[in-house]
């Protein structure tokens, strides 16, 4: 929905967002006379302002069922401050200041997860892509599947689940993936908050060659209070188990390497919005 917006030629058109269980927004009360003033408006040439609303409904998610409403004239949002949080191997830290000497987290690709995180001193509203800018190494092999997870962590710690694919209710905030022997970049699609991958041949990893992976994580819109925290992982395998959602066909073996350091760095781009009216 978000790449048919962006993508769509006309000058008429309109983006609903919504965080929740898909059926129940799309037939909910407030979706269903959205669709009808569209129509009234441009099949029965009604006059009711609908071509003078805003281009956007967004909703920023607080928690499962909290969120709140707002309109915005564009996706992405015209405003938004994309800011690197690097990764700190030896602290598992996200943070604003990059490493001063190199580091590295290693992690079994078929049993473990790589953690990182980054509490908010202010209130932080993040709504758009999210890229992770990685470099990464194998001890065996010559490929690795690549799975990851952004979550929000409460001031006490404990994770704030969201709604996730086929009305999941325990899902992250968002969550991307890659087959690193497909990080081949398109130069004239891919942006500096969205990889673009060509799919066009496969790039395979030689043993300890060090090899840098854009990763695209879908869209999203989430406020994070002062207190609480984004929580990243990176592993090699699904991130939660779903019949018809699964990958059954890893590449991965022995441990995997992420890098981070002059020269090789490790960062997640977050979008953060500037303050609004809610």
Same mark, same amino acid.
């Given at each position: 929905s978000f790449e048919g917006f962006k993508q769509i030629s006309s000058e008429h058109k309109w983006l609903y967002t919504h965080g929740r269980q898909k059926w129940g927004v &799309?037939?909910? =009360?407030?979706?269903?006379?959205?669709?009808?003033e569209f129509y009234d408006h441009f099949l029965k040439g009604e006059?009711?302002?609908?071509?003078?609303?805003?281009? !956007?409904?967004?909703?920023?998610?607080?928690? %499962?069922?909290?969120?709140?409403? @707002?309109?915005?004239? =564009?996706? +992405?949002?015209?405003?938004t401050d994309y800011r690197e949080l690097y990764l700190h191997g030896d602290s598992m830290?996200?943070?604003?200041?990059?490493?001063?000497?190199?580091?590295?987290?290693? &992690?079994?690709s078929e049993t473990e997860s790589a953690v990182f995180a980054h509490t908010f001193v202010e209130d932080t509203e993040l709504s758009g892509n999210m890229k992770l800018k990685l470099w990464v190494s194998i001890e065996e092999g010559n490929d690795m599947d690549l799975f990851v997870s952004v979550d929000k962590?409460?001031?006490? #710690?404990?994770?704030?689940?969201?709604?996730?694919? /086929?009305?999941?209710?325990?899902?992250? !905030?968002? /969550? #991307?993936?890659? @087959? !690193?022997?497909?990080?081949?970049? =398109?130069?004239? @699609?891919?942006?500096?908050?969205?990889?673009?991958? %060509?799919?066009?041949?496969?790039l395979p990893v030689k043993r300890d060659d060090v090899v840098p992976v854009e990763i695209e994580i879908l869209p999203s819109s989430t406020?994070?209070?002062?207190g609480e925290?984004?929580?990243?992982?990176?592993? #090699?395998? =699904? %991130?939660?188990?779903? +019949?018809? %959602? #699964?990958?059954?066909y890893a590449v991965n073996r022995g441990v995997h390497h992420i890098h981070s350091g002059p020269g090789q760095e490790s960062f997640l781009l977050v979008p953060v919005i500037p303050p609004r009216e809610l």
């Open positions: &799309y037939y909910s =009360d407030d979706a269903l006379r959205t669709q009808t006059d009711n302002g609908f071509d003078r609303r805003p281009a !956007v409904r967004l909703e920023v998610r607080e928690s %499962l069922e909290e969120y709140k409403v @707002r309109f915005e004239e =564009d996706w +992405p949002i015209p405003d830290e996200l943070s604003n200041v990059a490493p001063i000497s190199s580091t590295e987290r290693r &992690y079994d962590l409460n001031a006490a #710690g404990e994770v704030v689940h969201f709604y996730a694919k /086929m009305g999941y209710n325990k899902g992250p !905030v968002a /969550m #991307g993936w890659l @087959r !690193v022997s497909q990080r081949a970049l =398109d130069p004239e @699609r891919s942006t500096p908050a969205q990889p673009w991958l %060509l799919h066009d041949r496969a406020l994070f209070h002062r925290s984004l929580r990243l992982t990176v592993q #090699g395998r =699904d %991130l939660f188990d779903h +019949p018809s %959602l #699964g990958h059954h």
